[in-house]
């Protein structure tokens, strides 16, 4: 089962392998579980958005990834996300591009 | 089986450049009664010369050694071959066996045969990875590490380096060779394969390649990251290089974990190894990371920190990407989740 959303049959992401609250679906408080979902989801819209992604939860087991022209994936762990995020943005998504690192460092809020 | 026998079956990678005494080591330690309840995948029954008067064979790629020791080559698919041998363990053909070793004859890099016990659905319920032994010719080894970029990245992804040949060279070749080798992996213990102390069973049992257990404490842990490491100037954009970063703030989890699932996506071929010792923000005990290329081993949390120093360190082993934009971009990532407005880098290399 996979900690991050509870679907069964999945592969647990090293991610979500660490006991911080919220993070172990099965062994924390529901409202711990949403709060570490909801800044995944913060954290990485604001990276995605230089990208022209954006990153939403879905019903609190998956995430929602969308292209500002629509085109939108499921995604279930961080191990999927990247992948798919250059897939349907077409883009490369280089942590190490000098104009994303530029962009982050001058302001922590897009 | 019995109690005492894990419920993962570790195994031990075996690698080494051409000539570099790999099949030597093998055959050595097919030949320790240390080994009597280890199973061994080989590519070629022939390269280590097994005597026939002193096995049972079980069938075309399976024999059983006098001293108890399970040996199988390889024929098409890894992970059939390992299935097989669980198989047979099962069903009793063969003794139960407490640990594996793979001889990974050609491969550069243990990243296919992590992947295959990590991902295989029969496999991943009874094998995992242990460490990643590299024979080193103490001989030829400087130049072939000078010469082939293979060689480099067997010394890199390398949990334990077997200096072999050691008795046809001087000491202060040897020392230049170590010297060498520290430049790319600053962290993996030197056995001496004609040392009065080899001792097979500590070389198998070493430092993990799942990253569990305590850091080495001249690994990550290292007091002097940049002597043990660094270069006379800069170590960017070499070919294969390491480097330690150091981070004074505290780490944010959520952060940390999408700024180096970007990074091995996009460059997870270029990062030999990761490894490091993590002060996560709302956790008092440090968490163990250890990654090879794109594959992360589930993190581990330890007991304790190993000195009164609380600072996060990770070593990098990369191939062409410069470290400098490495910390750049973790620091960028890392304030994304912090509510402090920069994170400190203490400069290693």
């Not at chain 1, 992948?83 to 982050?104: T, Y």
């Not at chain 2, 079980?58 to 071959?81: F, H, N, P």
């Not at chain 2, 460490?131 to 010469?147: P, R």
């Not at chain 2, 080798?181 to 069973?201: E, K, L, S, T």
Request: net charge negative; charged share 25%; proline share 5%.
């Amino acid at each position: 089962m996979c900690s991050l959303c509870g679907i069964l049959g999945s592969n647990e992401h090293w991610a979500d392998a660490v006991a911080r609250p919220g993070v172990f679906t099965r062994n924390a408080e529901r409202v711990d579980r949403r709060r570490e979902r909801a800044k995944r989801v913060r954290i990485a819209g604001r990276i995605l958005t230089e990208f022209g992604m954006s990153l939403s939860d879905w019903q609190g087991s998956s995430f929602l990834l969308s292209t500002s022209t629509g085109k939108t994936e499921m995604v279930e762990d961080l191990g999927h996300l990247w992948p798919l995020a250059e897939k349907i943005s077409g883009r490369v998504c280089d942590p190490l591009s000098h104009s994303l690192i530029e962009k982050l460092e001058g302001g922590g809020d897009a | 089986m019995p109690d005492a026998f894990p419920d993962f079956t570790p195994v031990n990678l075996l690698t080494g450049f051409l000539g570099s005494g790999k099949t030597t080591l093998l055959r050595r330690l097919l030949q320790d009664p240390a080994l009597s309840d280890t199973a061994v995948l080989i590519n070629e029954f022939g390269e280590v010369g097994l005597d026939h008067h002193l096995l049972e064979r079980i069938d075309d790629t399976m024999v059983l050694l006098q001293s108890g020791c399970v040996c199988c080559t390889i024929r098409g698919e890894l992970a059939q071959a390992m299935r097989d041998l669980q198989s047979k363990r099962e069903r009793g053909i063969v003794p139960p066996f407490r640990r594996l070793i793979m001889e990974s004859t050609g491969l550069a890099d243990p990243f296919p045969v992590l992947s295959t016990l990590k991902s295989d659905p029969v496999l991943r319920h009874h094998f995992k990875a242990a460490n990643v032994i590299t024979t080193l010719d103490a001989v030829n080894g400087l130049v072939q590490l000078e010469s082939h970029g293979e060689s480099v990245r067997q010394a890199a992804i390398a949990d334990a380096i077997v200096l072999t040949k050691t008795d046809l060279t001087d000491e202060p070749a040897i020392a230049r060779l170590m010297q060498r080798v520290r430049r790319i992996n600053p962290d993996a213990p030197f056995v001496d394969a004609q040392g009065d102390h080899f001792d097979v069973d500590r070389l198998l049992s070493g430092a993990s390649g799942s990253g569990e257990g305590a850091p080495s404490k001249g690994g990550f842990y290292c007091e002097e990251p940049v002597s043990a490491i660094g270069e006379a100037g800069s170590a960017h954009q070499k070919p294969v290089h390491s480097f330690v970063m150091i981070i004074d703030a505290r780490i944010d989890w959520t952060a940390f974990g999408l700024w180096l699932t970007m990074l091995l996506n996009r460059h997870g071929d270029k990062v030999l190894r990761v490894k490091g010792i993590l002060n996560i923000e709302g956790e008092d005990n440090p968490v163990a990371i250890h990654g090879v290329q794109h594959l992360v081993h589930t993190p581990v949390h330890m007991t304790g920190w190993p000195s009164d120093d609380r600072r996060s360190r990770i070593v990098f082993i990369v191939d062409g990407l410069d470290a400098d934009l490495i910390r750049r971009s973790f620091s960028a990532f890392n304030r994304l989740g912090l509510p402090q407005p920069a994170v400190k880098i203490t400069e290693t290399a």
